[in-house]
């Protein structure tokens, strides 16, 4: 994947962090076709759309990727979805000669822009290394972690730690405003503490700018909670701090803030 003249790179899924993620792979010389769902001269395609419905009609759907692919190809598919339906593409894509690998990310519309995503991959591994080098250019943390859907599985375990950590978050800041101290700077002493977090870092700062534009929409991490506590009731695990979060978030949908950053939870308390 070293061949930057003779690999085309398919990209769909333009958003909040896809426009910057494609961006890279232009910036590395490849050439890139955006929104083309008609892939014969594409042999590696790349993903990234809202919710498992979107990734099921761009990868099932009339002109989707496993009918039309052509073998050889590889599917890259970074969107925040079920792991089974990780296992359904890959198991289609596969049967066509396709390798289909899953590979959310973390890291919001700033790793994007750095290229500094955390990028959790399943699939088989010999698909991992060969497409490794354009992974490379969109994240500083690619960890392969298994079979196919394990990917997805890794990133609900991501979900799942920011979910209660946000609400821990919010109420910092708004113990630390009821106190009548300057929150920004309690932040200069709890962020490098052991309270320390990524969205204590960089979405409380934020929070306290009146900056809810979203780096992750509300309605996506709905959509991702949703999907993480489906898969704990199949394995019978309680998750009570999700359950919670996931309400919290809700009420803030019902009031509109759907398309808000997930900073936006600082509302919750404000209004």
Known sequence: MHNTDSTVIGFIGTGVMGKSMAGHLLDAGYHLVIYSRTKEKANVIFTIVGYPVDVEEVYFGENGLIPHGREGSYLIDMTTSAPSLAVKIYEEAKRRGIQSIDAPVSGGDVGAKEAKLSIMVGGEKEAFEVVSPLLQLLGT??????????????KMCNQIAIASNMIGVCEAVIYAEKAGLDPETVLKSITT???????????????????????????????????????????????????????????????????????????????
């Open 141 to 154: 943390n690619i960890v392969y972690q298994g079979k196919p859907g394990a990917g997805q599985h890794t």
């Open 193 to 271: 503490g052991a309270a320390g977090s990524w969205s204590l870092s960089n979405l409380a700062p934020r929070m306290l700018k009146g900056n809810f534009e979203p780096g992750f929409y509300i309605k996506h991490f709905i959509k991702d909670m949703k999907i993480a506590l489906d898969e704990a009731e199949r394995m019978d695990m309680p998750v009570p701090g999700l359950a919670l979060a996931k309400s919290l978030y809700e009420q803030l949908a019902e009031n509109g803030e759907e398309d808000s950053g997930t900073q936006a939870l600082y509302k919750y308390w404000k209004n």
